[in-house]
């Protein structure tokens, strides 16, 4: 768990895929974010349940963002829709491919909010959008106030390189363009990434492969 400033941010593996699944918690008003909705929904629901202890009133989910739409990332998004009447997010190029609805189709640059805005005591994430491993990938970053900042990346930044394009040239290379130019650029090296699976890292730790990744050519 990282205990911020304003927010708590939780997570979880589920599925046999091992899927992350990361909720945010906002402090003071309960608004929480869920990114996605990957698998086994009593598993969600009891992470939900842990991380609303981190608000001093009742919480709520009051979006779900899905990264990608890969089947392993949405398994219990409908079930998760159904449990909380949250609105649902996703990259705009990727919402045809997502059976469950999307209520806010991302572009890049889009800010979503913990609720009717991020006045005191919500949060926002910021949409950067990651062409490659599908068309409309999207990473969401929060931005702490008095720390890093956090970079929930699903599948297409990990630690040790870039999400699967299956080896298409074309797909590797926008997506290689992207992560460069719309995070390494953007971002500095304390940033905290959070993956779709497996472990975090942070920019610092993967900076000075970028050559050998694109040499590589995965």
Known sequence: M???KNVTIRSRSVGTMDNNVYVITAKDTGAQVLIDAAD???ALAQLLADAAEDAAVPAKVELIVTTHSHWDHVRALAEAVRATSARTAAGREDVPDIEVPTDVPLDHGDTVHSGASAGPG???LEAIKLRGHTPG???LLYRDPDGPAHLFT????FPGGLGNTQKDPERFASLYRDVVERVFEYLPDDTVIHPGHGAGTTLGAERPHLREWKERGW
């Open 137 to 139: 990938s999207v990473a």
């Open 2 to 4: 990282f205990d911020l």
């Open 40 to 42: 086994d929904f009593p």
């Open 154 to 157: 699903g599948d297409s930044l």
């Open 122 to 124: 919500g949060f926002e």
